[in-house]
């Protein structure tokens, strides 16, 4: 049987749904950015941003903030103000217009996530499931 730290961890990865959260909540915020982590270290920014058109991206950039991601945060800042659109939910259908629209080559520079932005994200959710050890010891 794996140690409980470990157990919280796989059980935070496995279960990870930030729709199961209250918006405003740092359980939610961990989620959106576990999602945002798996999805940007897959395919890059622009993939993340095309795929997750049902997220808010101030919502994701406002969860990297609230866990400390302060770096990620601010690349993900970059991105939408180099972009100079808004994000907000919306279907995938319009976000893909939105990205093919707006997305500068010159931003394809800073499309993945470099070992240090990737460490960043580790460090930041290893903090909160700890913090969070029953809650995620109880969710299978």
């Excluded at 808010?56 to 609230?66: I, R």
Aim: aromatic letters at 8%; one cysteine or more; proline letters at 3%.
């Amino acid at each position: 049987m794996a140690d409980p730290k470990t157990q919280a961890w796989n059980n935070f990865v496995l279960n990870c749904d930030p729709d199961a959260y209250q918006g405003g909540t740092e359980r939610r915020a961990a989620s959106l950015t576990a999602e945002f982590m798996g999805m940007v270290n897959n395919g890059g920014f622009n993939s993340y941003l095309t795929a997750s058109s049902d997220r808010d991206a101030h919502e994701v950039l406002a969860s990297l903030q609230a866990l400390g991601a302060s770096k990620c945060a601010a690349r993900l800042s970059f991105i939408l103000a180099r972009m100079g659109v808004e994000l907000p939910s919306m279907s995938q259908e319009e976000r893909w217009e939105i990205l093919d629209v707006h997305w500068k080559d010159d931003l394809d520079d800073f499309d993945s996530l470099d070992s240090e932005l990737d460490a960043e994200l580790m460090s930041v959710l290893e903090v909160h499931v700890d913090k969070n050890l029953p809650h995620y010891l109880a969710r299978v």
